[in-house]
């Protein structure tokens, strides 16, 4: 069974620009939830959809949004970039939601703005 | 979600078993203990879970502590490729309720030595 893919890896954006990134779960998994990991503050969450509906939202600015969708499928954005937006972004996919259910991370695409 | 305590850093020898400690002394009674592990920048691997009985999978044994109030993840013959970033987590069962994502500390970063 293929793991949790994510495009791009790799990006680069300037200050103002906006990006999407993209993220598959793995087959049969409905909940998909992003991170942000930078080295100072470490693994944070943004936000978990489970059949395309948000169900969690961490602590983010308005900037960050998300969707799923009916494939599963989930992609972010993040418009109006800024500097401090570099990080690692990473996606999860677990089967259930809502439960301790165990998460897959996808490789993660890094983003570096300049 | 209960917070944990991990040492920073760990050295172990290649081919002996790796024990890595963890507490979480206000882990509360539907908290499951969760262990990830991330190889630098790579996205966290799943390693093994558990909510009161030891439990043993193909990567990893985890021992809790009758207790609950720490874990102990053993790696019974350690290899270069285990060197990682392990994050000891304990997650919620917030069934119905929506559950924040998982919330990384800071690790220990294992070290083996050849």
């Known amino acids: 069974k293929a793991g949790v893919t994510q495009t791009p890896r790799y990006l680069i954006k300037t200050r103002g620009q906006q990006v999407t990134l993209s993220c598959s779960p793995i087959?049969?998994?409905?909940?998909v939830s992003w991170y942000q990991q930078t080295p100072g503050q470490g693994l944070q969450f943004l936000f978990e959809y489970f059949s395309e509906t948000q169900r969690n939202k961490g602590n983010f600015p308005g900037r960050f949004s998300g969707r799923q969708f009916s494939n599963s499928r989930s992609e972010m954005n993040v418009s109006t970039l800024e500097l401090g937006d570099s990080a690692l972004y990473l996606c999860a996919s677990s089967l259930k939601a809502g439960v301790a259910d165990t998460q897959y991370f996808g490789p993660g695409t890094r983003l570096t703005v300049l | 979600d209960a917070k944990t305590t991990q040492p920073p850093s760990m050295d172990c020898a290649e081919g002996r078993a790796a024990n890595l400690p963890c507490n979480h002394s206000?882990?509360?009674?539907?908290?499951?203990v969760y262990w990830y592990r991330q190889i630098h920048s790579q996205g966290p691997q799943y390693i093994i879970h558990g909510l009161k009985n030891n439990e043993t999978n193909e990567m990893a044994s985890l021992i809790i502590t009758e207790d609950r109030k720490s874990s102990t993840l053993i790696l019974p013959h350690a290899t270069l490729r285990d060197t990682a970033v392990y994050y000891c987590i304990v997650r919620v069962d917030s069934a119905g309720g929506g559950a924040d994502g998982l919330t990384f500390g800071k690790g220990t970063h294992l070290i083996i030595q050849p």
């Open positions: 087959s049969g998994h409905r909940s």
């Open positions: 206000t882990i509360s009674g539907n908290e499951y």
